[in-house]
């Protein structure tokens, strides 16, 4: 009886003190660097997507017979046509000129290409 008291003693230590090296060392609560809201498992759509960012980002530049650069960027074929090119001049900051897109923007974006430039 007493060897089984004092196994359990020893038991009870050990634990014990494992327990508590646990306690002191606590895991690091850093948020992630880089966070984004992009549903990575989302399908990007045209129509609610792309559609409204050209039109509040960019067309007001880019439409109509007098578009600047002679790109336009309103309507599906137009904005598949100069994806890639929009795409890059969004990543080096230089369209649109009121100032770089976020990081999810451009995720958003550059998502609707990598898919297929869906017209959904
Ligand atoms: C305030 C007006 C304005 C807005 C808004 C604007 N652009 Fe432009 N964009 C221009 C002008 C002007 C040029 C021609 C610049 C030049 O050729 O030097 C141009 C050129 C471009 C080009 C050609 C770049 C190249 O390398 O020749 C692309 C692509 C483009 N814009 C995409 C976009 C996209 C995408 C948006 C929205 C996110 C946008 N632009 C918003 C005025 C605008």
Do not use: R
């Not at 007493?2 to 895991?27: E, R, V």
């Not at 369209?95 to 995720?107: L, N, T």
């Amino acid at each position: 009886m007493k060897k089984l008291s004092f196994a359990i003693l020893g038991f009870t230590l050990i634990g014990g003190m494992l327990f508590s090296c646990k306690k002191t060392s606590t895991t690091p609560t850093t948020t992630p660097i880089t966070p984004t809201t992009l549903d990575t498992t989302k399908v990007i759509s045209y129509k609610t997507d792309i559609a409204p960012l050209m039109s509040q980002e960019c067309t007001s530049c880019h439409s109509g017979s007098n578009a600047s650069g002679g790109i336009n960027l309103s309507g599906y074929s137009n904005v598949s046509k100069y994806a890639s090119s929009s795409l890059s001049a969004i990543n080096s900051g230089f369209m649109p000129q009121s100032g770089k897109w976020s990081a999810d923007k451009i995720a958003v974006f550059s998502k609707w290409i990598s898919q297929g430039k869906l017209n959904n």
